[in-house]
C-alpha cells in the first residue's frame, strides 16, 4: 500500500528548498481615495474561471468575504477590504483585460476572448460596488460592465505572499533534496493505474522527491506504455515511442553496452530535453547492473557553496552536445546547454550532462577552456561522492519513475544470464503533460479547487 510521503521522507539527509509554499497574506495598503458610488442594478453573476488554492479549498465563503470596495482614481487602482481585514488592490486595466462576462471570456474553454488591440489600457472606473451575493461590480466608461466573485479575486491578489502561495499551487516547486541516505518513495503500479488517489500521490513526490519506484508490473513489455497512457501519451523521440536498453551489437547509443555509465541526463542533444523517465526492469542481470543516482539540485546547492566560481562557470558557459545515428529513423541532433540551468530568480531548474554525447565542439574562447574542464570536473567529483550518490538494484516488474531534469543516473557493469539478457524498456514524458494531469487528480480527488 501507498506509504505516507512524511513517513517516508522525515529524514536528516532530506532538506527543503527554498521555495516553500508562503502563507496566504494581503500585503496591499489602505490608500487614499473615494468611495465609488453605487451602481443602480446588480449584473448577472458569472461563472468562476479557474479554481481555489489548496490552502483556501475548504475555507468557508464568508471568510473571504469582500466588506467594501471603493476605486483609486489617482492610484488606478480598485481596493477590496475583506471582512478578515486584510486589502487587495487591483489595477483598473487588468480588471477590464479580465472580465468574466461572456463577450470577453469563453467560459467553456476558460480561455480570454477580448482581444489585446480592443483593450483600453487607459481605463478609467465610472463606478464600483459589492453586490448582494458578494460579488465585486464595476460599471466601465464605455458601458460595459463586469462581474467578479470574491474568491476569484481573492486568490489573484498582487501581494508578493498571494504571488507566493498561489505559484507554489500551480507548479509545486517545493523541493525535498537528498543524498545516499534517500529512502526512495515506492507505490504499487496496479494502484498507481486505477485510484486516482495512489496515482496523485505518486506524482506529488515525483515532483517533490524526483525520483519514485514502482512496484508490481508485470515483467513483459508495454508497462511503461500504459503508464505514461494513465498521464497521456509518450513523448516520441528519435529511439521511438519506447526503447530497449539491452547490450546490443554495433550498439548506437552507450546505454546499449554493458559496460559502466557516467553519470547523466538523458538527451542534452534535444533543444527540449524528456522531463520525465520511466524505465521498466523485464529481465535482471546475472551479476552487476546496479542503479546509482543522483540529486542534481542537491549538488548544485553544494557547489556554490563550496566553489561559487565553478557554479558561475556551470551555470553560465554553454556546452554544445550531439547526438548522430539512426534507430527509428536516422538523426543528427546538435544543441547548446549549460550544464547548471537557473532561472531569473537564480533557482536552478535544470541540469543538463551527459558525458558521451558532450561534443568535441566546444565554443569558448580559449582561455575558458581550462578553467570550464575544471570546473566540470569539480562538480562531477562532489556528484559522485558515496555520500552524495543512491545506489539500488532494479528487479523484473520494478519500474522507475524519476526527474530526468534534476537526477543524473547511472549503471555499474553488468553481466548477463546466457539465456536471458539484461532487458529494460524506457519511455520519456514532458513535465507539461505530468504537471498537467497532476494538477487535474488534484482536482478529482480534493475537490473542484
Known sequence: MW???????????????????ACWALGACRRPGR???????????????????LGSASL??????VRNVRALDEERMVEVEWEDGGHSLYPFT?????????????????????????????TGVDAVEVTNDNKVSIAWPDQHASVFDA?????????????????????????????????????????VLHDDKAALDWLSDLRRVGIVHLKGAAAEQGVVARLAERLGYVRMTFYGPTWQVQDKAMANNVA?????????????????????????????????????????????????????????????????????????CDFMLQSKKRIIEVDAEGRVVRINFNNCTRDSVLDLPVHQVQPFYKALRTYLDLMNRPENMFTFKMTPGDVLTFDNWRLLHT????????????HLEGAYMDWDEVMSRLRILRSSVHGNM
Open 3 to 21: 506509504m505516507s510521503t512524511f513517513s517516508r521522507l522525515a529524514l536528516p539527509a532530506l532538506q527543503r528548498s527554498t521555495s516553500a509554499t
Open 35 to 53: 468611495a465609488a458610488s453605487p451602481l443602480p442594478c446588480c449584473p448577472t453573476s458569472m461563472q468562476l474561471r479557474g479554481q481555489q488554492t
Open 60 to 65: 468557508l465563503l464568508a471568510q473571504h468575504s
Open 94 to 122: 487588468w480588471l477590464r483585460d479580465n472580465c468574466q462576462c461572456p463577450l470577453c471570456t469563453l467560459d467553456s474553454a476558460r480561455a480570454r476572448k477580448l482581444l489585446m488591440l480592443d483593450l483600453d489600457v487607459h
Open 151 to 191: 474568491e476569484w479575486l481573492k486568490k489573484r491578489c498582487f501581494s508578493a505572499a498571494a504571488r507566493q502561495a498561489l505559484k507554489e499551487e500551480l507548479f509545486l516547486n517545493e523541493r525535498h533534496y537528498w543524498d545516499s541516505k534517500l529512502r526512495i518513495p515506492t507505490a504499487d503500479y496496479q494502484e
Open 256 to 328: 546499449y553496452t554493458s559496460g559502466k555509465l557516467g553519470l547523466h541526463t538523458d538527451y542534452p542533444a534535444l533543444h527540449f530535453a524528456p522531463g520525465v523517465q520511466l524505465l521498466h526492469c523485464i529481465t535482471d542481470a546475472e551479476e552487476g547492473g546496479e542503479s546509482e543516482m543522483v540529486d542534481g539540485f542537491h549538488t548544485a546547492e553544494l557547489l556554490q557553496r563550496e566553489d561559487p566560481e565553478a557554479y558561475r562557470t556551470l551555470t553560465s558557459v554553454q556546452v554544445d552536445f550531439t547526438d548522430t545515428g539512426t534507430d527509428y
Open 411 to 422: 549503471r555499474r557493469p553488468f553481466r548477463s544470464r546466457p539465456d536471458s539478457p539484461r
